[in-house]
Each structure stands twice: as structure tokens, then as C-alpha cells.
């Protein structure tokens, strides 16, 4: 099937620093993408829609300002959390349309914001 | 508005019987099912998914769950567990035409040897 990579996997970083997960498909074209956040022992909350090219649609509630996505191309979504505080501490995970009905999961990157 | 409701947040079974995991969906319009897998600290892996073909969806790894309209139900089987069964699963509803999705809450199973 079509993959998914997200990396990084891991990353920890200071209260009030910026940080980047990239979300690649791999083997396909993904005119959309999908983010998601998943706290401890909870479902997945849809973030945001990606559309190359143009801005994401952000849910309610989800801070735009805050969560910064960027779909440069059809192989490419990034989600930048600005200026993260420890409650942004969570597991990210995006997926990607490959347009047949079917969506494909990364397999998540971990945020820890000391 | 479409959701889907999980009804058992956690499952135990012994290695070698029955699995089965419930869910309930609601939606306005002809909805595709799906059901995930997660293990931990990794993305979703797709079990199965209906689309308004055959009821009885079969998918990977021994799995199957049937579609029933007037239960409004997606219930996840498999006829005998195997430890590598042990994680989270996903029942997961979305428009037909609209790849935005609605997850519900999460069953965790546990294999017990």
C-alpha cells in the first residue's frame, strides 16, 4: 500500500521554541492531507485539512496561529507548533488522500515540550 | 452530522478465542466504515473498510466485520486472537464522498497467553 513517513518520530524541545513535523507520502501524490492530535489513551482529533496550494481549514477550536501548516507540494504537508508550551505536548499524526477512498496514516511524531 | 460510538473501551481475551469489538455509527448520508489499528506509539494501520459494497467485509490479519443498516452497526470479529492482536482499534465513519473522518473513542484489547 501507499506510505506515509512523518519524522521526526521524537522530539523534545524547550517551552517557547518553534517546531516542525513534516508529513511525506512517500509513493503517491496527496493533493490532501489530514492532522491529527491523539493525547494519552484518546482518539485522534482532526487538526486540520491541507490543500496544496492553498490554506489549511482548521477545526473549531484548533488555534491557526498556533499550529501552523503548510502544503507546499503534492508530496509534502508540515505542521509547525509555535511557540509550544508543555500543553502542547502530544502525538501528532497525519494522513494523506491518495484519492481511491482511502487514507494513509504516517506513523506519528511524538511531541514533548519541556 | 456523522459519529460512531464505540461501546467497549476495553476487551480481554484469551489467546486463541473470539474477538469481538462493537461499534455504532450515525450518519445523514451512505457512510464508509472503516476500522484501525493502532499499536503504541505508531500510526493506524487500515483493517478493513465498506463502502456500500457486500456487508460482510473481510480484511487483513484474520478480520472481518459486518455492516448491518438497520443496527447501525460496523462490529469487528476475529474467530481466534493472537497476542500480535494486542492494541488499540479504531471504528471510524466518514462521508462517502469526503475523506474527513470521525473516530470513535478506542477499544483496547489485551491477549491474555
Known amino acids: 500500500g501507499a506510505v506515509v513517513s512523518q519524522h521526526p518520530s521524537w522530539v523534545i524541545c524547550k517551552s517557547g521554541t518553534s517546531v516542525k513535523i513534516e508529513c511525506r507520502s512517500l509513493d503517491f501524490q496527496a493533493t490532501t492531507m489530514f492532522w491529527y492530535r491523539q493525547f494519552p489513551k484518546q482518539s485522534l482529533m482532526l487538526m486540520a485539512t491541507s490543500n496544496e496550494g492553498s490554506k489549511a481549514t482548521y477545526e473549531q477550536g484548533v488555534e491557526k496561529d498556533k499550529f501552523l501548516i503548510n502544503h507546499a507540494s503534492l508530496t509534502l504537508s508540515t505542521l509547525t507548533v509555535t511557540s509550544a508550551h508543555p500543553e502542547d505536548s502530544s502525538f501528532y499524526i497525519c494522513?494523506?488522500?491518495?484519492?481511491?477512498?482511502?487514507?494513509?496514516f504516517g506513523e506519528g511524531s511524538r511531541l514533548t515540550v519541556l | 452530522a456523522q459519529s460512531v460510538t464505540q461501546l467497549d473501551s476495553h476487551v480481554s481475551v484469551s489467546e486463541g478465542t473470539p474477538v469481538l469489538l462493537r461499534c455504532n455509527y450515525s450518519?445523514?448520508?451512505?457512510?464508509?466504515l472503516f476500522w484501525y489499528v493502532q499499536h503504541p506509539n505508531k500510526g493506524l494501520q487500515l483493517l478493513l473498510k465498506y463502502t456500500s459494497a457486500a456487508t460482510l467485509v473481510k480484511g487483513i490479519n484474520g478480520f472481518e466485520a459486518e455492516f448491518k443498516k438497520s443496527e447501525t452497526s460496523f462490529h469487528l470479529t476475529k474467530p481466534s486472537a493472537h497476542m500480535s492482536d494486542a492494541a488499540e482499534y479504531f471504528c471510524v465513519v466518514s462521508l462517502s464522498n469526503d475523506y474527513k473522518l470521525s473516530f470513535g473513542a478506542g477499544t483496547t484489547v489485551t491477549v491474555r497467553a
Open positions: 450518519s445523514s448520508y451512505s457512510p464508509s
Open positions: 494522513s494523506a488522500s491518495a484519492g481511491t477512498g482511502e487514507l494513509f
